[in-house]
């Protein structure tokens, strides 16, 4: 089985496959899929149908008829209850033979690892005393509050992926968004999937 990803980010390229990867293992370390390379959009195209009709249909060729196709994008100041149906509503229009589900990440991708920051302490130059925001996900520039706390500032291309493959994915869980993402995994695969 395929799963195709699109993503907004130029970070979540690289970080998505890794995190879809390290959900797979915890849910089932014998399943097995093959996870295509993302494809980005724009923010800004991927929430109109010029930009998500197309990247819905590359995916579909992509992952065949058994395949599945999961699209991330960052909420901004949107409402992800509300931006999030809308997009799959959209895309199952698009593609009724294909299994797709969308994942709004509160704020951004980054907010998740906010969320889970003690396991992040002391890694990549974060510090040893790194605790998480009283609101993760209210915070409006994770990225920016990463960077004001690493040594040598946040790089998205560079960082994220590598806090992808370190965060802690159930302190994770604590964040709505996050917990979606497993959900929406488990769903995919017909995994069953733990409470939080």
């Not at 970080?15 to 959009?41: F, G, M, T």
Request: charged share 30%.
């Amino acid at each position: 089985m395929k799963v195709g990803l699109i993503v907004e980010g130029h970070g979540e390229v690289r970080s998505l496959p890794i995190l879809l990867r390290r959900i797979l293992r915890e849910l089932d370390p014998q399943h097995h899929c093959s996870i295509l390379n993302a494809h980005r959009v724009s923010r800004g195209l991927l929430v109109k149908e010029e930009g998500l009709r197309p990247a819905v249909e590359l995916m579909a060729r992509k992952v065949g008829p058994e395949g599945r196709i999961l699209l991330l994008l960052d909420a901004d100041d949107d409402l992800p209850c509300q931006l999030g149906p809308s997009l799959l509503a959209q895309a199952r229009g698009y593609r009724p033979d294909r299994d797709i589900s969308v994942v709004i990440a509160t704020r951004e991708y980054e907010a998740w690892f906010l969320t889970a920051a003690e396991s992040l302490r002391g890694r990549r130059g974060l510090p040893l005393d790194l605790a998480p925001p009283l609101h993760p996900e209210g915070i409006r520039d994770a990225k920016k509050w990463l960077g004001q706390r690493k040594a040598d500032g946040y790089s998205e291309t560079v960082d994220q992926p590598a806090l992808t493959g370190l965060f802690d994915l159930t302190a994770a869980r604590r964040s709505d968004s996050f917990d979606k993402l497993f959900r929406e995994v488990g769903r995919l695969f017909g995994l069953p999937v733990p409470p939080r």
